[in-house]
């Protein structure tokens, strides 16, 4: 018992202080000095200048309105002389955060249920009866089959379905596109933003915006990068693609705002960046089912109160809103935490040059000898002494082999090494927890308040 005190009372108030090697070398000292500015350039230059390290972060909680606005007319033998304004080609008229807009368009006018020859193709072309069958409806047919061969036209037979007659014929998609005045068309974005956790608030119409200039404004991004009005035309040009070319087929636009905000600096420099991609970039290789399409029917009844109904498959562009973007303000808390990592930073410089450099019981006395006048050896307090001998129980410990010496340096280097990982680490989980939980929080709040609106 009384040995297991006296080992207690050793560890509790004995204190020992490494010892030092202070070594006269070029070559070591400007190895010491070039590892210790790279990493003040990584904690100076990349955690706290680039990274802003002594910010705490916030991400964007956003909401998102679109209205399009543009008139145009056409002129076909089906449709006749018809004008287009927003009512007909945004389809639906409310969406979340995008935006659908018809470009093009195949109608099938005045069909009714009944019994019609299907549109001909591998599976539907007969001679006879025995080459349909009735009751089956395939994937791709516009009605079920009756087990009848009627004629097509005058040269052709197909087989004969129920459905809404005449049946959709789509094997061609008109050129140039219907609506491609759509080109002109406008999109007005409203864009407001909320980083809850310093409960700042903006909106991308900024305060000194009026309402004379937001009637003639359209966005460029050299000469009017802040207008939130823009030209279609325009959105897809900035993408690297042509207008013309989308509206026949359609497709999906990308709208990216970003909300980058420094709010150590005034708000008014809280400012969005627009950017603009196509989400459904094509193949040149590989085309098949591009575009986006979808079909929709308006329905009416005659005179007699015979169902009718129109048939629209409409090709557009949807203009997808995207924002993103982060806000930092300064914290002590997180710049305490980078300072401390950098601490530790460089407290493996020191068992770095270790590695490269041996302990002096590991070596020879010939070499101590050759070099006393450039290697001092001493332990704290005795600097006066110039040199202390391989064999000086106050260098090597005694009692102790150079072997022994050995694997304490390395045990040393490793466990400084391990000790700084695991702090790194550490420091990247707390990060890694504290965004998941700011997620989780923002998605509960969102899903109670879609369950609020239902």
């Known amino acids: 018992m009384a040995g297991c005190c006296a080992v207690l009372a050793a560890f509790l108030f004995e204190y020992d202080t490494p010892r030092i090697v202070l070594i006269r070398s070029r070559k070591v000292g400007l190895m010491n ?33 679109a209205k399009a606005k543009g008139v145009t007319t056409t002129n076909t033998s089906k449709l006749g002389f018809r004008i287009w304004d927003v009512a007909d080609y945004v389809i639906p008229a409310q969406e979340e955060n995008s935006l659908f807009i018809m470009t093009n368009m195949i109608v099938t006018m005045n069909q009714t249920q009944g019994l019609c020859p299907e549109i001909p193709d591998k599976t539907t072309v007969c001679e006879s009866d025995a080459n349909c069958t009735a009751g089956s409806a395939g994937t791709h047919s516009n009605g079920v089959a009756t087990g009848r061969c009627v004629p097509f036209n005058e040269t052709m037979n197909t087989c004969e379905v ?3 007659c005449p049946v959709e014929d789509d094997t061609q998609v008109p050129t140039p596109a219907f609506l491609k005045a759509a080109e002109n068309f406008t999109l007005l974005i409203k864009n407001n933003i909320w980083y809850p956790k310093f409960n700042f608030s903006k909106r991308n119409i900024l305060p000194n915006i009026t309402t004379t200039y937001l009637k003639t404004c359209i966005y460029d991004a050299k000469t009017d990068p802040f207008c939130p009005i823009f030209r279609l035309g325009k959105i897809v040009e900035n993408a690297g693609h042509s207008f013309q070319d989308m509206a026949v087929e359609g497709g999906i636009m990308g709208i990216q705002i970003k909300w980058n905000c420094n709010l150590d600096r005034a708000a008014s420099l809280c400012l969005p960046r627009y950017s603009f991609r196509r989400l459904d970039t094509r193949d040149v290789d590989h085309n098949v089912s ?3 399409n979808f079909r929709f029917a308006k329905y009416y009844n005659d005179l007699t109160g015979t169902e009718h109904r129109t048939l629209i498959k409409a090709y557009g562009i949807r203009f ?8 930092g303000k300064f914290d002590i ?12 930073l460089l407290g493996v410089a020191r068992p770095s040059r270790l590695i490269s450099l041996p302990h002096p019981c590991l070596l020879p006395p010939a070499f101590l000898q050759d070099h ?3 290697a001092l050896t001493f332990s704290p307090g005795e600097m006066e002494e110039p040199f202390i001998s391989l064999e000086d129980p106050r260098l090597c410990g005694k009692g102790h082999t150079q072997n022994n010496r050995g694997q304490s ?36 709040e969102q899903g109670l308040g879609s369950e609020t609106d239902q």
């Open 33 to 65: 000095r070039a590892v210790q500015l790279l990493i003040l350039a990584y904690i100076i230059g990349w955690v706290f200048v680039w990274e802003k390290g002594y910010q705490e972060m916030d991400s964007v909680v956003s909401s998102v309105t």
């Open 162 to 164: 129920a459905a809404w």
């Open 290 to 292: 591009p575009g986006y």
């Open 320 to 327: 997808d809103i995207i924002v993103f973007g982060k806000a």
């Open 333 to 344: 808390i997180p710049t305490m935490i980078n300072i401390g990592s950098g601490l530790a």
């Open 372 to 374: 006393a006048p450039r």
């Open 409 to 444: 340096i390395l045990c040393y280097i490793q466990a400084t090494v391990l000790c700084d990982v695991i702090v790194l680490y550490c420091m990247k989980k707390r990060y890694y927890y504290r965004e998941k939980k700011y997620k989780y929080v923002e998605d509960y």
